[in-house]
Nanobody, 120 residues
Framework: QAQLVESGGGLVRPGGSLRLSCAAS????????MGWYRQSPGEQRELVAV???????NYADSVEGRFTISRDTAKNTVYLEMNSLEPEDTAVYYC??????????????WGQGTQVTVSS
């Protein structure tokens, strides 16, 4: 088993910045990819950004140029730097990890979610 612990959400004014963190811990594993998704009330969960084991990244069009995903492989931690935040970015942000767990195969894990609210 592995666990994901998220931090960094909160309330910010339009144009402001926030940094989310997600740390994976638990069983021995290799990380295939880690990413961030978000879900607004009444909406489906959507991909925000993902970073692969190779370091390659992919972003939703709506956040391209404003958000940056990065990682610290030694800490099994992924970050989402969010700049120029807009009210439309308000959502619960979820971390997702695609892990190869030793003796357990490939497993997807989700974090508990962290609220990001952009409002004046």
């Amino acid at each position: 088993q592995a666990q994901l612990v998220e931090s960094g959400g909160g309330l910010v004014r339009p144009g402001g910045s926030l940094r989310l963190s997600c740390a994976a811990s638990g069983s021995r594993f290799n990380i295939n990819s880690m990413g961030w998704y978000r879900q607004s009330p009444g909406e489906q969960r959507e991909l925000v950004a993902v970073i692969a084991a190779s370091g390659g990244t992919n972003y939703a069009d709506s956040v391209e140029g404003r958000f940056t995903i990065s990682r610290d492989t030694a800490k099994n931690t992924v970050y989402l730097e969010m700049n120029s935040l807009e009210p439309e970015d308000t959502a619960v942000y979820y971390c997702k990890a695609d892990l190869q767990v030793y003796g357990g195969g490939r497993v997807h894990y989700w974090g508990q979610g962290t609220q990001v609210t952009v409002s004046s």
